[in-house]
């Protein structure tokens, strides 16, 4: 199974100020039809998990621009621009090239 | 707009099976390239994928649940049905179903709200 390892298991961040989450496969995600699938979730207090990015970059419909994905191979980031209040609760990262799908132990984000 | 809904027993005694069906709308199993897929989460921790079914009836399971799961659809009532056979206290979860497509990379896109099932005696 591949193994996807996310740092900082929890962060707390000011209002206004940006924040990163590192997510780290042990395998590569590239598929040899040139897509890479890695994935990002938000799930809010109480609520189902929400898509935030595909394909390592791309924001899914209704995403704000404030969220980006970057990376490649095994080393993947989600960076907020400017923290929100709403923007608490546990992001994971996923990975969808092989079987099983895994997830990460997911990072809790609070605001200061 | 794509809308799922899981249902089935809140409660369920261990080495029962349980059966969880996912009702959907906004899409068709029958379209290629879709597909959905069953995920569950222990109070309080990750998420962990369990199975997947797709419009050609192409299914895939968790090895390590294999024995354990059934993934079936019933494209007419637009419902995805999951079995867990042998259930125990460590499957007490909430389960949710989520639909995938092609489009998006595969991506679990849209969730249902999840159902709670708790495995006691």
């Known amino acids: 199974d591949i193994v996807m390892t996310q740092t900082p298991l929890s962060l707390s961040v000011t209002p206004g100020q940006p924040a990163s989450i590192s997510c780290k496969s042990s395998?590569?995600?590239?598929?040899?039809?040139?897509?890479?699938?890695l994935y990002w979730y938000l799930q809010k207090p109480g609520q189902s998990p929400q898509l935030l990015i595909y394909e390592v970059s791309s924001r899914f419909s209704g995403v704000p621009d404030r969220f980006s994905g970057s990376g490649s191979g095994t080393d993947f980031t989600l960076k907020i621009s400017r923290v929100e209040a709403e923007d608490v609760g546990v992001y994971y990262c996923m990975q969808g090239i092989h079987l099983p799908i895994t997830f990460g132990q997911g990072t809790r984000l609070e605001i200061k | 707009q794509i809308t799922l809904k899981e249902s089935g027993p809140t409660l369920v005694k261990p080495t029962q099976t349980l059966t969880l069906t996912c009702t959907f709308s906004g899409f068709s199993l029958s379209t290629s390239g879709v597909g959905v897929g069953w995920i569950r989460q222990p109070p309080g921790k990750a998420l962990e994928w369990l199975a997947l079914i797709y419009w050609n009836d192409d299914k895939r399971y968790s090895p390590s649940l294999k024995s354990r799961l059934t993934i079936t659809k019933d494209t007419s009532k637009n419902q995805v049905v999951l079995t867990m056979t042998n259930m125990d206290p460590v499957d007490t979860a909430t389960y949710y179903c989520a639909h995938r497509q092609l489009g998006i990379a595969y991506a679990f896109d849209i969730w249902g709200q999840g159902t709670m099932v708790t495995v006691s005696s």
């Open positions: 395998q590569s995600l590239l598929h040899s039809d040139g897509k890479t699938y």
